[in-house]
């Protein structure tokens, strides 16, 4: 059974950095896309970034040239690379795991705090 467990969140100042990890315990992360969401209060969960399996990245516009979407393969792990951040980018993290659209796993979440 696949499970996926967050870590690295937590309470910065604005301009400052963070990483989230993902880690999923269970043998098919190689072959799944993995994404990083979040959902700031009042608002909709929205997709922050995502990777493939085949090492393909894509980023909300709000987060290009700041965050770093990265997989290691050999650990089972997705990372979240966030530098420059802004008291805006305030919301609980959520990685997910997809294989197309018949599969989906979400982690617990993970809050990230962006203090101005």
């Known amino acids: 059974q696949v499970q996926l467990v967050e870590s690295g969140g937590g309470l910065v100042q604005a301009g400052g950095s963070l990483r989230l990890s993902c880690a999923a315990a269970?043998?098919?992360?190689?072959?799944?896309?993995m994404g990083w969401y979040r959902r700031a209060p009042g608002k909709q969960r929205e997709l922050v970034a995502s990777?493939?399996?085949?090492?393909?990245?894509n980023y909300a516009d709000s987060v290009k040239g700041r965050f770093t979407i990265s997989r290691d393969n050999a650990k089972n792990t997705a990372y979240l690379q966030m530098n420059s951040l802004k008291p805006e980018d305030t919301a609980v993290y959520y990685c997910?795991?997809?294989?197309?659209?018949?599969?989906?796993?979400w982690g617990q979440g993970t809050q990230v705090t962006v203090s101005s």
């Open positions: 997910n795991a997809a294989l197309g659209s018949t599969w989906s796993l």
């Open positions: 990777i493939t399996s085949g090492g393909t990245t």
């Open positions: 269970g043998s098919i992360f190689k072959i799944v896309d």
